[in-house]
């Protein structure tokens, strides 16, 4: 008797499948000739190799110290976002030549006192030095406050 009412759910699951596959008879059909080509290109292949080796990667991909270098990473970036670009795309574009420039010409006598004094005194060494004071400075602890 068990027997017989448990043939009789699995008839009317199967009746209620092949109804629903009668609606959706043309979508089933696509599904399938989007699989045959997936497995035709090699495509299913390789998600089913991915899957299969997903857990041993996830793992490996999650261990605390990869975790700990994109965090990293992503603090790096994040301040490099905060940076005016402009300068550094001038840096990028024109130094090159100039330093190629220079070193083209090659120095045949010592730097003099004046000449670094010169040097010392231009713009561009007094913005660099204030870039880079300005940096140290913001890497200071914090002072309590008093």
């Not at 629903?20 to 989007?34: P, Y």
């Not at 998600?47 to 999650?62: I, K, N, P, R, Y």
């Not at 990028?92 to 005194?121: C, D, F, H, I």
């Not at 890497?139 to 406050?145: E, G, I, L, V």
Request: aromatic share 4%.
């Amino acid at each position: 008797m068990a027997e017989v009412r448990e043939r009789q759910v699995d008839r009317e699951a199967l009746d209620r499948l092949a109804a629903k596959l009668a609606e959706r008879a043309d979508a089933v059909e696509q599904l399938l000739d989007v699989l045959g080509r997936l497995q035709a290109s090699g495509l299913l292949a390789a998600v089913e190799g991915v899957l299969e080796e997903f857990d041993e990667q996830f793992s490996a991909a999650t261990r605390p110290e990869l975790m700990t270098l994109v965090a990293n990473l992503m603090m790096v970036l994040g301040a490099l976002g905060q940076v005016r670009y402009e300068p550094l795309f001038r840096l990028a574009l024109y130094a090159a030549q100039a330093a190629n420039e220079k070193l083209g010409q090659p120095r045949t006598r010592p730097l003099s006192l004046g000449e670094v004094w010169r040097m010392l005194r231009s713009p561009e060494v007094a913005q660099l030095l204030e870039v880079v004071l300005a940096a140290l400075r913001a890497m200071r602890p914090p002072q309590p406050s008093r």
